[in-house]
């Protein structure tokens, strides 16, 4: 399972969809699902990529990555 996205998330990402009725899953069908995927993960991304970077940080300048983690608040 993608850690970024719970299956709950998947379920409503799917159904907020606006699929095709007839659900042959076309290349539009497959974008769109695309879509709401990364847009239903993207908050836990954005999170996991914000970590990466203030420990980046911190490991060379601990001052700096307190600094950043003020600026941009809690996570």
Do not use: W
């Not at 996205?5 to 539009?28: S, V």
């Amino acid at each position: 399972m993608n850690p970024y996205i719970d299956l709950q998330q998947i379920k409503e990402a799917f159904m907020k969809c606006q699929l095709q009725e007839n659900h042959n899953f076309l290349e539009e069908d497959l974008q769109a699902l695309a879509d709401a995927f990364i847009m239903a993960a993207m908050p836990e991304i954005v999170r996991t990529e914000r970590k990466a970077c203030i420990s980046f940080v911190r490991s060379l300048n601990t001052l700096v990555a307190e600094k950043l983690e003020e600026y941009r608040g809690p996570l």
